[in-house]
């Protein structure tokens, strides 16, 4: 397995550790670096421009900030192999027609790396949810907050992407997995009404506050996004007709009308990016259709964007 990766930060890391344990010594890394020269890492091949990829990897792994995806999608498409794209899959919309077309034209798969959909209780729940049995959906809440300032305990944040409008980042992109696993629950909402602000103690120029109403047929999905909450809350609550799901994603656990439904031993979300990974390798492998290619990815970013 060769894998050509474009960005070399912590998500890439996080990619790279779920390949060795797939492949252990049969995969191949090649990061293409944006300065020259570039710190050597163990079993990992430094190149510097696109031309320097002798020999056509099996896949692209595109996970440099978000601003630059464009333009790496672009080069990436030259070599006429499979993409997998971190999210968010652009950083704005004003390339997203022209990328679609020239995906289209190549007839190569995407991917767009929300890792969240393979995540236990999200899981799950969604298959609650699919069976009709708990009744008819009445509403729906999802809340993600977390301190941006305590991410990175030895880096000043306001110096990271996250931070930076100009360079992609900002909550309502950062935590886009909100939006796209409710996007994945289901499907295109009729209307989409929002507030993005950047106006909390953190004094940075990215959003740091999202608020979305997704407007569907019976119901309506509230979304609130924030970078400033100190003790960190991840949760969505979906109210039916029979009783209350409350999907805990810290705590990995789903609750139907405060009786313990699901529970997943596995605190945390990095078994999220090998499962997803293995999906991803045996759909290319095996010449399926991939589930959240760059189209959807972009219908995601529209909601996220909208307003």
């Keep these: 397995m060769r894998v050509l990766i474009v960005g070399l930060g912590s998500i890439a890391r996080k990619h790279i550790a779920a390949l060795r344990e797939m492949y252990d010594k049969d995969v191949e890394?090649?990061?293409l670096r944006s300065s020259k020269p570039s710190k050597t890492e163990e079993d990992i091949q430094n190149i510097y421009s696109w031309k320097d990829v002798q020999e056509k990897p099996d896949f692209v792994l595109?996970?440099?900030?978000?601003v630059h995806h464009a333009v790496a999608i672009q080069e990436a498409l030259a070599l006429k192999v499979p993409l997998f794209i971190e999210k968010p899959a652009l950083s704005d919309l004003a390339k997203a027609e022209e990328l679609e077309e020239l995906i289209a034209a190549a007839n190569i798969p995407t991917y767009v790396a929300c890792n969240l959909r393979f995540h236990a209780p999200l899981m799950?729940?969604?298959?609650?949810?699919?069976?009709?049995?708990?009744?008819k959906i009445n509403e729906v809440n999802v809340y993600c907050g977390s301190d941006l300032s305590a991410w990175r305990p030895d880096v000043d944040f306001r110096q990271t992407y996250s931070a930076s409008a100009k360079m992609g980042g900002g909550v309502h992109l950062d935590?886009?997995?909100?939006?796209?696993?409710?996007?994945?629950?289901?499907?295109?909402?009729?209307?989409?009404n929002s507030i993005r602000r950047?106006?909390?103690?953190?004094?940075?120029?990215?959003?740091?506050?999202?608020?979305?109403?997704?407007?569907?047929k019976d119901y309506v999905v509230s979304i609130i996004l924030n970078y400033f909450r100190k003790d960190y809350k991840r949760q969505v609550e979906v109210v039916t007709s029979l009783g209350t799901f409350l999907c805990d994603l810290k705590q990995?656990?789903?609750?139907?009308?405060?009786e313990l439904v699901f529970e997943n031993q596995h605190i945390?979300?990095?078994?999220?990016?090998?499962?997803?990974?293995?999906?991803?390798?045996?759909?290319?492998?095996?010449?399926?259709?991939?589930?959240?290619?760059?189209k959807e990815g972009i219908?995601?970013?529209?909601?996220?964007l909208s307003g």
């Design 62 to 66: 595109i996970s440099n900030p978000t």
């Design 175 to 192: 935590l886009i997995h909100e939006i796209d696993y409710i996007y994945w629950f289901f499907g295109k909402p009729a209307l989409v």
């Design 268 to 294: 945390g979300f990095i078994d999220t990016y090998k499962k997803q990974l293995t999906y991803f390798i045996k759909i290319i492998q095996a010449g399926g259709k991939i589930e959240n290619d760059f």
């Design 252 to 258: 990995n656990t789903i609750h139907f009308n405060n």
């Design 198 to 216: 950047s106006s909390s103690h953190l004094e940075m120029d990215a959003v740091d506050y999202a608020n979305y109403q997704l407007v569907y």
């Design 124 to 135: 799950h729940l969604k298959q609650y949810l699919d069976s009709g049995e708990y009744g």
């Design 299 to 304: 219908e995601v970013l529209k909601i996220a």
């Design 29 to 31: 890394i090649l990061a």
